[in-house]
């Protein structure tokens, strides 16, 4: 890819599902995981997102899940890609950052009460 992504420009590009492994290494999972892009997977999380876009006064769009359900994947409008479920965790500024981020075991940043990182 030669550019930035955000998040309508995620589904348009990603428009089928992938996996991806991740390292066994990562520091917030245990054991190997997968990232299954699939935005649908997060129905039902509204109120999740919505929690997170008032802390944080950003705009979530799911983009899928990272190990089998234990986080959901996020994009902002901006591009920036976080970590749902009962925390958030701030992956990377760009997807492609956060796709090696995640692939590579590299820890992402948990995001405080006041939605900084």
């Known amino acids: ?3 930035e992504l955000n998040a309508e420009d995620f589904v348009k590009y990603f428009d089928s599902v992938v ?5 066994p290494n990562r520091p917030i999972a245990v054991a190997q995981s997968t990232i299954h892009f699939d ?3 997060a129905l039902g999380e509204d109120d999740r997102l919505a929690d997170d876009t008032r802390v944080m ?3 979530f769009y799911p983009l899928g899940e990272v190990d089998g359900g234990y986080y959901y ?3 902002d409008e901006s591009g920036c890609v976080f970590l749902m479920m009962d925390h958030c965790w701030f992956v990377d500024t760009t997807f492609e950052a956060a796709l090696d981020r995640l692939l590579t075991g590299k820890a992402a940043r948990l ?3 006041a939605g900084s990182w």
């Open 39 to 41: 935005p649908m997977l």
């Open 1 to 3: 890819m030669s550019r």
């Open 73 to 75: 994947l996020t994009i």
């Open 111 to 113: 995001v405080n009460g």
């Open 57 to 59: 006064h950003r705009n």
């Open 19 to 23: 996996h991806y492994t991740l390292a």
